[in-house]
């Protein structure tokens, strides 16, 4: 089937144009089109961004395991609706995804559930280098360097030698030091006041892991990616990437810091912790100096019930899925960064970062992964109205402007104007490792 969006606005190398895209089957055909073209389904975007799907390279959507928190049906819904294409989530599932064969599982789980394309990552143990040595079809290698969710904490020095050594995939990791955090747990064992978590996860846990993480990496040549930012100080040590570096910001990080457990209490509660506000201004500030080159969810939904337990017995985890690409074209509308920046950092830079082919860009021969946006609307985040199966957002009740009002998948539309179309699944994703990530890829 052809589909042409007539008279969009679509970043180019030299500024925002109006173009007319083609898209025939899953592929965009050409830029620019003659007017008289003909399709078979013709959308006039007048007045409206047509940009690349989002690709969200940090995400945890229970599947298998954990599944009245969230699953790969309802997540993928919230992905269409919030105009994020690709996603690639976390191996702390249950089982976790620590072999091919787990893998392989939660790859043929998505084929059938998601919306949406879809990659997996597999995670390291301190005893399965077998696994990951050989590891296929992933975008890369996740290591809890401290514990956060789940039981794949890898932290001491020999294993994680090892991983960097032995290893050629790419490399990620949670990075907080676990003895730093277990030693400030100790000094507020007793506290059921939410805002120590940001005393117990402290900037030290954050740093000392971050530097270790890329020491490694330095060390061992190997491509390392930070996730989820949340300190200044950390940005200051990736202004040293040799190439090999590359690092992320949530927007829960972005946009909220410890001032707002007054406000939200456990539902702010997260791993990394929030900082202070100054903690964010620096990473807003590395994102635009290319410190920091894409923006993730880090989406880890809990039910409200549990998110309202008492600290420190709430879970840590914030849902962000649906609302990203909206939080972020608010910002756009504030001032604070450009539409061409929030595609940088949301579509093409993770496509680079993890060497995923064919998407990212609106380019011929690309993947129709597409979105269009309206820069101008305003709508309130409603809880309600949220498509994750956890139904709350932390930024409910705010109003915010600009938001994706359609999303194709692979050419296919699976939503329009609030309304999905759900009889067309995503596909996985390509990795082509041989390209050598973020930096080989710089232009």
């Not at 893998?103 to 789980?109: M, N």
């Not at 000094?187 to 000392?208: E, F, G, L, P, Q």
């Not at 040549?221 to 590359?246: K, P, Q, W, Y």
Request: with cysteine; hydrophobic share 40%.
């Amino acid at each position: 089937m052809k589909t042409l969006i007539k008279n969009a606005r679509v970043v180019t190398p030299t500024g925002i144009e109006s173009v007319s895209v083609l898209v025939d089957g899953d592929k965009i055909a050409a830029m620019d089109v003659a007017v008289q073209t003909v399709a078979d389904v013709t959308v006039d975007a007048a007045g409206l961004f047509l940009i690349p799907g989002v690709i969200d390279d940090q995400v945890h959507f229970r599947d298998p395991g954990l599944t009245h928190k969230e699953d790969l049906a309802t997540a993928s819904r919230a992905c269409a609706k919030g105009g994020v294409t690709t996603f690639l989530e976390m191996p702390n599932t249950v089982p976790p995804a620590i072999t091919q064969a787990l893998l392989d599982e939660k790859l043929a789980l998505a084929a059938e559930k998601s919306l949406v394309n879809y990659g997996f990552y597999i995670g390291a143990t301190p005893d399965n280098i077998d696994e990951i040595s050989a590891a296929k079809n992933t975008p890369g290698i996740k290591i809890f360097i401290g514990s956060s969710t789940g039981n794949l904490l890898v932290d001491e020095q020999e294993a994680l030698e090892r991983i960097f050594a032995e290893t050629t995939l790419p490399i990620t990791a949670h990075c907080e030091d676990e003895a730093t955090v277990r030693a400030n747990a100790k000094k507020y064992a007793n506290s059921t006041d939410v805002s120590d978590h940001s005393r117990i996860r402290d900037h030290a846990a954050a740093i000392v892991a971050t530097r270790r993480a890329m020491d490694l990496a330095f060390r061992h040549n190997h491509r390392f990616h930070v996730l989820h930012v949340s300190t200044g100080a950390e940005t200051e040590l990736l202004a040293d990437h040799r190439g090999l570096i590359t690092a992320e910001a949530c927007p829960h990080h972005l946009l909220l810091n410890v001032d707002d457990y007054a406000r939200l209490g456990t539902l702010a509660q997260a791993n990394p912790s929030l900082k202070t506000a100054e903690d964010s201004q620096q990473l807003w500030q590395a994102l635009l100096d290319e410190r920091i080159q894409v923006v993730a969810t880090d989406h880890a939904p809990h039910t409200l019930e549990e998110k309202r337990q008492p600290f420190p017995k709430a879970p840590s985890g914030v849902p962000c899925i649906e609302n990203s690409l909206a939080l972020m074209l608010n910002e756009v509308n504030r001032g604070r960064c450009t539409l061409e920046q929030v595609i940088h950092w949301m579509c093409d830079a993770p496509a680079r970062v993890w060497d995923i082919v064919d998407k990212g860009r609106i380019v011929e021969g690309y993947d129709a992964d597409l979105v269009l946006v309206d820069l101008g609307r305003t709508a309130q985040v409603r809880n309600e109205e949220q498509l994750t199966k956890c139904g709350w957002s932390p930024w409910d009740g705010e109003k915010l402007t600009g938001w994706p009002v359609r999303t194709w998948v692979m050419g296919c539309e699976v939503f329009c104007e609030g309304k999905l179309d759900t009889s067309r699944p995503g596909r996985a994703a390509k990795f082509d490792h041989a390209r050598g990530g973020y930096w080989a890829t710089a232009e």
